[in-house]
C-alpha cells in the first residue's frame, strides 16, 4: 500500500486520484491517517489536482487540533492503494523530511501562545476584579421612640426622628404602637451602612429633641 513519492507530481496524481470518491485517507472523519499523508507533502498538490489540493486545504484546516484527532499515526505504506507502493523519502536525506512542518508549529510556540492566553486571561481577571464595587455591610434596625406622655405631638415627634439625615442612614415604614395609659410609642424603621451610622449615634441624636422624646430603644437589629 502507498502513494508512491508524495514529494513527486506523480505520487500526488496517485493521492488525488485515491480521493476522487473519498473526504479522507481514512473513514468519514479527519484522523490520524490524514496527518501523517498531510505532514509528508513537501508541498500543497497544484490545482488541476483538485480533490488532493481540496483535501491538503481542508486538513490543514485543524493545525491546532492535529494531535486531538482519533487514530494512531501508521507509516505511510499503511494507506493508499493496495497494489502501490511507498516510496516517499527514499531518495531523501531523512534530516530534510525531518525540518518539514507543512503547519508552521512547533511546541515552543505553542508554549509561548499558550503562556500569553493565560497572562492576558489573569490580567482581564484582576482587572475586573478591581472594579467590582466592594461588598457594603448593612443593617435593618427597628427603632421603638417613647414619648413624655399621652399629649406628645407624634407627629411632630416623627418628623423630628425623620429629620435626622446621615450618609448611609435611610429611614423606611413607621408606626405608633399603644404602650398604656393613653400613651403611644414610635416605632420606626432604618436602614444602615454598619461603618458609618451606628446605634449610639442615633440613640444620642434622637434622644437631643428633648422636647418630644423620653427615650430610644432599639426593638430590633438584623444584618442585611
Avoid at 24 to 37: K, L, M, R, T
Avoid at 104 to 113: K, N, R
Avoid at 194 to 200: F, N, R
Wanted: hydrophobic content about 40%.
Amino acid at each position: 500500500m502507498g502513494f508512491g513519492d508524495l514529494k513527486s507530481a506523480a505520487g500526488l496524481r496517485v493521492l488525488n486520484d485515491f480521493l476522487a470518491d473519498k473526504s479522507y485517507i481514512e473513514g468519514y472523519v479527519p484522523s490520524q491517517a490524514d496527518i501523517a499523508v498531510f505532514e509528508a507533502i513537501a508541498a500543497p498538490p497544484p490545482a488541476d489536482l483538485f480533490h488532493a489540493l481540496r483535501w491538503y486545504n481542508h486538513i490543514k484546516s485543524y493545525e491546532k487540533q492535529k494531535a486531538s484527532l482519533p487514530g494512531v499515526k501508521k507509516a505511510l505504506g499503511k494507506y493508499g492503494p493496495a497494489d502501490v507502493e511507498d516510496t516517499t523519502g527514499a531518495a531523501t536525506d531523512s534530516k530534510d523530511d525531518d525540518d518539514i512542518d507543512l503547519f508552521g508549529s512547533d511546541d515552543e510556540e505553542e508554549s509561548e501562545e499558550a503562556k500569553k492566553l493565560r497572562e492576558e486571561r489573569l490580567a482581564q481577571y484582576e482587572s475586573k476584579k478591581s472594579k467590582k464595587p466592594a461588598v457594603i455591610a448593612k443593617s435593618s434596625i427597628l427603632l421603638d421612640v417613647k414619648p413624655w406622655d399621652d399629649e406628645t405631638d407624634m407627629a411632630k415627634l416623627e418628623e423630628c426622628v425623620r429629620s435626622i439625615q446621615a450618609d448611609g442612614l435611610v429611614w423606611g415604614s413607621s408606626k405608633l404602637v399603644p404602650v398604656g395609659y393613653g400613651i403611644k410609642k414610635l416605632q420606626i424603621q432604618c436602614v444602615v451602612e454598619d461603618d458609618k451610622v451606628g446605634t449610639d449615634m442615633l440613640e444620642e441624636r434622637i434622644t437631643a429633641f428633648e422636647d418630644y422624646v423620653q427615650s430610644m430603644d432599639v426593638a430590633a437589629f438584623n444584618k442585611i
